[in-house]
């Protein structure tokens, strides 16, 4: 019967690294309501690591709070 075995947990790295990829940049909050990731600083770090070109610029919204946005540059191989 289909569908009715283990449900496959969901990788939340590889989730956000192909976003980066596509999206080229990611935020703290986009990585929350659409991966329900709460490390991703976590994930940038492991990505880095990897050999992955990350950028990354902070910026203060109207109401003085501070944020991160993660800009990717290109692949490991490129």
Same mark, same amino acid.
């Given at each position: 019967?289909?569908?009715?075995?283990?449900?496959?947990?969901?990788?939340?790295?590889?989730?956000?690294?192909? /976003?980066?990829?596509?999206?080229?940049?990611? !935020?703290?909050? $986009?990585? &929350?309501?659409?991966?329900?990731?709460?490390?991703?600083? *976590?994930?940038?770090?492991?990505?880095?690591?990897?050999? /992955?070109?990350?950028?990354?610029?902070?910026h !203060?919204?109207? $109401?003085? &709070?501070?944020y991160t946005?993660?800009?990717?540059?290109? *692949?490991?191989?490129?």
């Amino acid at each position: 019967m289909k569908g009715t075995g283990p449900k496959r947990k969901v990788n939340k790295y590889l989730q956000v690294k192909k /976003y980066l990829q596509r999206y080229k940049k990611i !935020t703290t909050w $986009d990585a &929350i309501t659409k991966f329900r990731a709460t490390r991703l600083s *976590d994930i940038i770090y492991r990505m880095r690591g990897e050999g /992955y070109s990350i950028a990354s610029e902070w910026h !203060t919204n109207k $109401d003085g &709070i501070r944020y991160t946005i993660y800009y990717y540059w290109g *692949d490991k191989d490129e």
